[in-house]
């Protein structure tokens, strides 16, 4: 079964500067989808960044990007010029892909990363 | 707002109730599942439903009981809860399920709490 670990229960940037928030985890699938969700305080969860393990190129959008180093396992999530609206829980999530044979294309989360910004 | 309703907001129980969450989503999906958030712990997936059908079912306990009457509407049946089902439960929905790359969008949440 695949694991994803957010080594960081909390971090803290200020506002206007970047933060970068790690995830890895565990798989032996060659197929498969990743994605960076935020849960702001109101609690509706919106997804903020996804991509796809066959694709090199880091996906990137506006303020948000990722590093994802496929043989390490990581896929860690950088968000430039904080603004006081990224507050949120971040969490990463796995999901196989239709040629991994795994038969099932539940989403697997992490623990979650608080963010917090600082005016 | 994602598209994605969940009533009631806030809810509490004691163990020998029976109640119902209701989840109603606007996007035209086909799949809609069910999640159980409970602090310091990773979001766990209950229920899956995939053009009204269940398509996943991971362990959960038969003191919930999901229904989807159609491709809009989930429901989550509640009977004798125990204090430790207290938690946020979160609905979402997906364009299909099978497809890997869809999103999917998650309602606020009910607070649940069991006395």
């Known amino acids: 079964a695949q694991t994803v670990t957010q080594s960081q229960p909390e971090m803290s940037v200020q506002e206007a500067e970047t933060v970068t928030l790690s995830c890895t985890y565990d798989?032996?699938?060659?197929?498969?989808?990743l994605f960076w969700y935020k849960q702001p305080p109101s609690r509706q969860m919106i997804l903020v960044i996804r991509?796809?393990?066959?694709?090199?190129q880091n996906a990137t959008e506006n303020r948000f990007s990722v590093n994802f180093q496929k043989a390490a396992k990581s896929f860690s999530l950088k968000i430039s010029d904080s603004q006081l609206g990224d507050a949120a829980m971040y969490f990463c999530?796995?999901?196989?892909?239709?040629?991994?044979?795994?038969?099932?294309?539940?989403?697997?989360f992490g623990k979650g990363t608080k963010l917090s910004v600082i005016p | 707002e994602t598209g994605v309703t969940q009533t009631p907001r806030h809810l509490v129980m004691g163990m020998t109730n029976k109640k119902s969450l209701k989840c109603e989503q606007h996007?035209?999906?086909?799949?809609m599942y069910w999640y159980k958030q409970s602090a310091k712990k990773p979001l766990e997936l209950m229920f899956v439903?995939?053009?009204?059908?269940?398509?996943e079912n991971n362990s959960v306990p038969s003191r919930f009981s999901p229904e989807c009457p159609n491709s809009s509407h989930l429901f989550l049946h509640l009977h004798t809860l125990q204090p430790e089902d207290s938690a946020l439960y979160l609905c979402a929905s997906s364009q299909e399920f099978e497809t890997a790359y869809n999103e999917q969008f998650f309602g606020p949440g009910t607070r649940l709490t069991v006395l």
């Open positions: 991509q796809e393990a066959y694709k090199q």
């Open positions: 996007l035209g999906h086909n799949a």
């Open positions: 798989t032996s699938e060659s197929d498969y989808y």
């Open positions: 999530a796995y999901r196989s892909g239709p040629y991994s044979g795994a038969g099932s294309y539940q989403l697997t």
């Open positions: 439903y995939s053009l009204e059908e269940r398509v």
